[in-house]
Every structure is written in structure tokens, then in C-alpha cells.
């Protein structure tokens, strides 16, 4: 049974750090994408960073600030996050695909952990 646990959400100052970590079990990294995505009150969901085998891909919107990083001793993936803004605010998601691939698309992720959430004061 595949099981994904992220931890780390909190409030923070805007301009602050978290660090986020997905624990995963069941599933092996090598056959595996890992993907953060968020939602916030009223939007849709949407992805913030993937990787898969040391290749990895950010959002636009958190390139330069936000740095997805996997420890696979420890079948964990971690989403380190810089220069938080409020906008950031949102219930945080990691999830699994079991493909090497790197896709920011929710639709095509097979596991989802119960989110976590970040909240940025201004």
C-alpha cells in the first residue's frame, strides 16, 4: 500500500522559510515521480515542483524560491521554501506517479498525501 505523509506546514512572516517533507512508503523512487502541489480557499489546485531520478521541474510562479530535493535512503522528498509571500498561503500536497516523468499536472498522479497546511502573514 502506498502511503505519502507530508509534515512542516506552519505560519510564517512573509519573507520567511519552511521546509516541507513527504515521507512515502510502498513505492520505489526509482520508478516514482514525486510532486508538491497547493490549493488555496476557492482555487483550483495547482503544481509547485516535481522530480523523479535527480531531474526536477518548478512552477514559474516559485522558481528561484522554492527548491524540491529527495533523500532516497529515506524515501523522502523535501520542498524547501524561501522569500515566502502570502499568495503562497494553501493547503500543501505531495503526491506519487508511477512514472518517470516529470508533469505538473494533478489529473495524472496516482497518490496524494492529506496535505499540509502553510500560511503566510503579510
Known sequence: EVQLVE???G?????G?????CAASGLN?????IGWF????GKEREGVSCIT??????ADSVKGRFTISS???KNTVYLEMNSLKPEDTAVYYCAGLGRDVLTLLPSLYDYWG???QVTVSS
Open 7 to 9: 509534515s512542516g506546514g
Open 71 to 73: 533523500d532516497n535512503d
Open 29 to 33: 523512487f526509482d520508478d516514482y515521480a
Open 11 to 15: 505560519l510564517v512572516q512573509a519573507g
Open 114 to 116: 492529506q496535505g499540509t
Open 17 to 21: 522559510s519552511l521546509r516541507l517533507s
Open 53 to 58: 531520478n535527480s531531474r526536477s521541474y518548478s
Open 38 to 41: 497547493r490549493q488555496a480557499p
